[in-house]
């Protein structure tokens, strides 16, 4: 049964096996683009909206200084979604500093952490961002977790 096999894989009970981790799914991104794709508070709208489709990534984190930084110098996120409808409704300009249009931050999580953590995280956010010894290291997606899966 599919669900039993999904279940299986986000928990990682094969016998004796550990159960897969957070740094894993990002290893299987592979060399794809920059570990940390990221924005600072004080580039434009215009600048956020050429990263996000430099790298073919819907959202991002807005951070205070270029890695290596800590997780406390995560201070709100960008998404396409948003910046199209601000846009699109006036709210917001392209030259306007993208700090006056970023959300909450992404949620974290460890990259020791399970897969399934990986999953709670993303119950209500479409990234999260990975920290390795309170460091952010990467993002990851519910693409990037669903591809993980569809490769064991």
Known sequence: DI???????LTGFLGTEEPDTVKEILARKGAK?????????????????DILAEYAVSQMPV???????MAAEVIGAVSER??????????AHLADRIESHMSAP????????PVNAAMAALEKADAA????????????????????????
């Open 63 to 69: 951070v205070k200084q270029e890695p290596p930084l």
């Open 3 to 9: 669900h039993r096999e999904l279940e299986r894989r």
């Open 33 to 49: 683009m920059p570990q940390f794709v990221h924005v600072h508070p004080n580039e434009t709208v215009r600048e956020a909206i």
């Open 129 to 152: 961002v990975v920290l390795d010894d309170g460091k952010p290291i990467g993002i990851v997606t519910r693409q990037d977790v669903l591809g993980f899966l569809a490769t064991e």
């Open 82 to 91: 948003d910046l199209l409808d601000a846009l699109f409704a006036g709210r």
């Open 106 to 113: 992404l949620p974290m999580i460890g990259s020791g952490e």
